[in-house]
């Protein structure tokens, strides 16, 4: 038989807990009794917002409210009335008043109704632990003497005593099997009885634990078939159940009669107890003779917690193996097992998204930062060394072919040009002269001058041409502003003005290395410029840089793109965004793409796989 430990961890029961409760059985103040059995109810249960305590002589009243929490505060009209229709109809009422819980449970002894307990817990609902709590804070307020009937005080201080040595008694050993036959043979002779038996859930029955005073057993034995049979009777119909029992009683008790009959006992009372769906319990009291009425509420009342603390011991003790099946197939037992509505919900959402992520394809797209530039750059640069007369236009202007844009002077040249002019004019007349006199030799040196005259003629024309500046095409000018440079010399070579034409741009995008080997030259895409971020333009891939550039901590490729259409207002240097299409991908993969490539990359950074 299995071995199991009651000793662990925090969830243990504290035999602390069971003492305040027995020093509280000794004080002789009613209203301050009443107010620390509120407090350790409250602690208890995790928080009351409100609760009523009204009691009165039995049956007949009137009942009077003796304590309430917080203390000394009335409590609501709803909370009255739910406690007054639990005295009504003398048995517990459960209802909501908006978000808030409202619980009222008849006070009996001895079946006689002795008042009311009416409380609004801070919780949504209450819990089987939270349940047992106030019936054991019930069982020991009525161990007090304001509330005993037909019963001296020594006598129930006894009973209380007896329940706290039971509770003590599961707690001195490490071994849960020695620790339920003590439990078992020390009630089995407090209460008189012929024989005790303790058990739990398995699988999906009930299975016999142990016995008491007995150390082993067969389970193929009838008494042992005969004892599970009626305890899941018990757990069946979720209470307890006692042959013979009333006959006006819809309780079912089959088993518990053929128990009775095949053993020979008398009396028989299971008492089941419950944790949640998978961990519950039964014990079941069986006695020769017709037990006395104290012995079978005693039973009725020991047998719920005493329950609890070994099916508490039972849990902990699970073994690694036990505790990691009991995980794995709790989720399956929601999902496939009744209730657990939201489980369920939960489940089919879960699948829902599964499947869709597992069938569902998009566009799978990169996207990229990009910026326009102009499809040719034109730089204006200065022709001769000279200084800058005029400047008409400056940079982010719009200029037509022929537009001037600047000038420089050009006193210098045409007063060269007078001074060559003049040579020109001697030299003609000194040809004429020699052609007239027949001297063929003086002839050929002049006309080589003249020549030569000519030629810087020419030259010093094509200069003077040349200090205007014009634009060679409706352009943008994109560098260039000389508006504070008036009068200062310029060098040759010197750029002066840079120009973009208006009506065609090309699309730079910047990809990072990781999205580089998904683009070829003749994708399409969409752009979206910052300036205008409700006009999407289409484009096409046109060229694929092989050379990369490290900017803002990545290496990024310089890939260029053809516009679809140019729109009024774009100019080179705006930024946006680009997406290029690539394909049609299942979305998990797209969604999933950047962290399992560094996953990827980590794995083989780190380990080499």
């Not at 307890?240 to 009333?246: F, M, S």
């Not at 994708?523 to 550039?549: H, N, R, Y």
Request: aromatic share 8%; with cysteine; charged share 20%.
């Amino acid at each position: 038989m299995k071995n199991d430990s009651v000793k662990s961890n925090s969830d243990t029961p504290n035999p602390e807990k069971y003492m305040h409760w027995f020093r509280l059985l000794n004080e002789e103040s009613d209203p301050v009794f009443f107010s620390a059995w509120f407090n350790l109810l409250n602690d208890g249960l995790g928080g009351i917002q409100e609760g009523v305590l009204v009691l009165g002589p039995a049956n007949t009243g009137p009942f009077e409210p003796k304590a309430s929490w917080p203390y000394k505060t009335p409590c609501s009209e709803p909370l009255i009335a739910v406690a007054e229709q639990a005295l009504e109809l003398c048995r517990p009422v459960m209802q909501r008043a908006g978000s808030r819980l409202l619980f009222a449970m008849p006070v009996v002894k001895h079946n006689d109704l002795l008042g009311v307990l009416a409380l609004s817990p801070c919780s949504p609902g209450l819990s089987i632990d939270q349940k047992n709590w106030i019936q054991w804070g019930l069982g020991w307020l009525l161990g007090h003497g304001s509330t005993q009937v037909g019963a001296s005080e020594g006598e129930l201080n006894e009973r209380l005593i007896l329940l706290l040595e039971l509770l003590m008694s599961s707690l001195d050993s490490d071994d849960l099997e020695h620790a339920a036959q003590t439990v078992l043979s020390q009630a089995s002779v407090s209460l008189e009885c012929d024989r005790i038996a303790l058990g739990f859930a398995h699988k999906q029955g009930i299975r016999l634990f142990t016995l008491a005073n007995v150390a082993e057993f067969s389970r193929k034995i009838d008494l042992v078939q005969d004892l599970e049979a009626a305890m899941e009777e018990a757990v069946d119909q979720g209470e307890a159940v006692c042959w013979p029992g009333d006959d006006a009683s819809l309780v079912i008790r089959d088993a518990h009669q053929s128990l009775a009959e095949r053993q020979g006992n008398h009396t028989l009372l299971s008492i089941p107890f419950i944790r949640d769906r998978d961990q519950y319990g039964v014990l079941t009291f069986e006695w020769a003779d017709t037990p006395s009425s104290e012995n079978l509420e005693l039973a009725t009342a020991i047998a719920p917690i005493l329950g609890q603390v070994l099916l508490k011991g039972r849990i902990h003790d699970q073994g690694p193996l036990d505790m990691v099946s009991r995980l794995l197939t709790a989720p399956f037992k929601r999902v496939l097992g009744a209730g657990y509505l939201g489980t369920k919900i939960l489940a089919t959402c879960a699948l829902a998204l599964v499947l869709f992520f597992s069938l569902a394809t998009g566009d799978f797209r990169i996207d990229t930062n990009t910026r326009l530039e102009g499809a040719l750059n034109r730089a204006l640069a200065t022709p001769f060394d000279a200084y800058l007369e005029a400047a008409i236009y400056r940079a982010g202007q719009v200029v037509k072919a022929g537009d001037l844009l600047a000038k420089l002077d050009d006193r210098d040249m045409r007063l060269e040009l007078v001074k060559l002019e003049s040579q020109e004019a001697q030299y003609t007349r000194q040809l004429q002269l020699a052609q007239a006199n027949w001297d063929s030799g003086q002839a050929g040196v002049v006309a080589a001058q003249l020549a030569q005259v000519q030629a810087q003629l020419n030259l010093v024309n094509s200069m003077l041409q040349r200090t205007e500046v014009r634009a060679p095409f409706d352009a943008l000018i994109t560098s260039g502003d000389l508006s504070q440079d008036l009068g200062l010399p310029v060098s040759k070579g010197q750029v002066l003005f840079e120009l973009a034409p208006l009506a065609n741009y090309r699309l730079v995008l910047d990809v990072p290395e990781a999205d580089i080997g998904f683009l070829r030259v003749g994708q399409t895409g969409e752009l979206v410029l910052k300036a205008f971020p409700d006009q999407p333009t289409g484009f096409a891939v046109s060229l694929i840089t092989p050379l990369a550039e490290a900017r803002d901590g990545q290496n990024l490729f310089r890939v260029e793109a053809r516009l679809d259409e140019i729109t009024e207002g774009m100019r080179p240097g705006l930024e946006g965004v680009a997406k290029v299409s690539v394909d049609e991908r299942k979305l998990i993969w797209i969604w999933t793409r950047e962290l399992r490539y560094w996953l990827r990359l980590s794995l083989w950074k780190w380990f080499g796989v």
